[in-house]
């Protein structure tokens, strides 16, 4: 009964993915759709035969003469993989409905895991610190601890996002750590995660200047609010010049991109073409009411920013409203749908590229900053940033300003 329906279910989503259009009535009798004894043609829907009756055709053949009984979810989801992996986009993909889980909540503002911040460093990932009340912090995770592996799977050069994901689970669910501490021998943790609510802006006046510095994290929905009051916080203290900080921020929310670029634009620029697959193009123009529409303005990216953080750094850099610093950013210009599917397993289909307010576009090329500036090992090792510190000396320049100031190193990091 179970694989009956799982083949079902499968199904489906071949239809609804392959052949949109196809008709889906016969998939109410599934003793029809799929004979008992074996067909020629490997079973498949008259509809599909000119299509993949090969796939039927292997889908028999595994569950005849394989010497394992297969697992029909895991084979159903590698056939999705598969045939997504087939497009050649590589934002186009098949999310399972445990990564999917993940991925929902971190554009929430919260997120469930362990509690720390990391970045990579030279392929390990390293906690900057645990944060204060967490999971991470109660089990005695410190600054500098590198996590090598996971409950068996081993991280090293893992891509980050990859990493997190599967550090990251339910709350009240636990995961094994195994942590290299330095002058110590490696040791494990086993940790129950709970919910973590971190916030995706952070601002402050940059001591011994008249500059404030504001940095997004992440598009999350919780941006644009968090952004109108770190802005009114901030101008209200009157700074001659804004630093925005855009740098290992991967993206998010599309609408939200519009809100926050809204806030250094004037109402009414364009701040995104979007082009769908026929080229039909529309603009989305910036919302009233921006905080920082005049105030002098450095944005700060590298080749962590991507997607929305990109729409925001090509519609500043059209209107040459920012002087943009750091490094040529990462070049996502396209925009995905995501697809809920039955088991809470979602589909991202690319559905068009946007461009930037000039016609610019974005995808595979990315946004070259004014100034480029690299941050090197040993700039990282000695706890500078000097991309911050040449936008710290354009804006003294631009605003005239004599203040002194006092070198900062910002940690981009990501939480766990």
């Known amino acids: 009964m179970i694989r009956g329906i799982v083949r079902i279910a499968l199904m489906t989503i071949f239809a609804m993915i392959l052949v949109g259009g196809a008709f889906l009535g016969g998939f109410a009798t599934s003793r029809q759709v799929f004979p008992p004894a074996p067909s020629p043609d490997g079973g498949a ?8 009756p090969v796939f039927w055709e292997a889908w028999k053949y595994v569950h005849q003469d394989f010497y394992k009984a297969p697992d029909d979810t895991e084979l159903s989801y590698g056939a999705v993989y598969g045939m997504v992996e087939s497009l050649g986009d590589q934002h186009t993909r098949f999310v399972d409905a445990k990564r999917a ?13 362990i509690g720390a911040t990391v970045e990579m ?17 109660k089990a005695g995770i410190v600054a500098g601890d590198v996590i090598i592996k996971v409950n068996d799977t081993v991280i090293q050069n893992m891509d980050v996002n990859q990493a997190i994901a599967i550090i990251r689970g339910p709350k009240g ?12 021998s490696n040791f494990e943790l086993t940790i129950i995660r709970d919910r973590i609510n971190v916030p995706s802006v952070t601002s402050k006046m940059i001591e011994g200047t008249k500059i404030a510095y504001l940095r997004l994290s992440e598009f999350s929905a919780p941006a644009p609010e968090e952004m109108r009051q770190h ?10 010049g804004l630093i925005f900080d855009l740098r290992s921020n991967p993206g998010g929310y599309l609408s939200v991109a519009i809100d926050v670029a809204s806030q250094f634009i004037k109402a009414g620029q364009p701040v995104i073409i979007v082009k769908d697959k026929n080229g039909a193009a529309s603009k989305t123009n910036a919302n009233p009411g921006g905080l920082a529409i005049d105030i002098p303005l450095v944005l700060l990216v590298d080749g962590g920013s991507a997607s929305a953080s990109e729409i925001v750094a090509a519609a500043l850099k059209d209107y040459k409203r920012a002087m943009i610093v750091g490094v040529k950013t990462y070049g996502k210009g396209s925009v995905q749908t995501p697809q809920k599917l039955s088991d809470q397993s979602e589909l991202h289909v690319t559905i068009a590229h946007f461009f930037s307010p000039l016609d610019h576009d974005i995808h595979e090329i990315g946004i070259t900053p004014d100034v480029e500036i690299k941050i090197t090992d040993d700039d990282r090792f000695n706890k500078k ?4 510190d040449k936008a710290i000396e354009i804006l003294k320049q631009q605003t005239g300003t004599r203040s002194y100031y006092v070198p900062l190193y910002v940690e981009l990091t990501m939480g766990i």
Do not use: Y
């Not at 889980?101 to 895991?113: C, H, I, K, R, W």
């Not at 802005?231 to 001659?240: D, E, G, S, V």
């Not at 940033?385 to 911050?388: I, N």
């Open 45 to 52: 829907p008259a509809e599909w035969k000119t299509n993949i």
């Open 101 to 113: 889980q993940v991925v929902d909540a971190g554009l929430t503002g919260s997120f469930e895991g």
């Open 121 to 137: 460093r030279e392929g390990r990932l390293t906690v900057v610190a645990p944060i204060t009340g967490s999971p991470a912090e």
């Open 173 to 184: 669910t636990s995961v094994r750590l195994t942590i290299q501490r330095a002058k110590q």
């Open 231 to 240: 802005l009114t916080a901030l101008m209200a203290q009157k700074p001659a």
């Open 385 to 388: 940033d000097p991309q911050l």
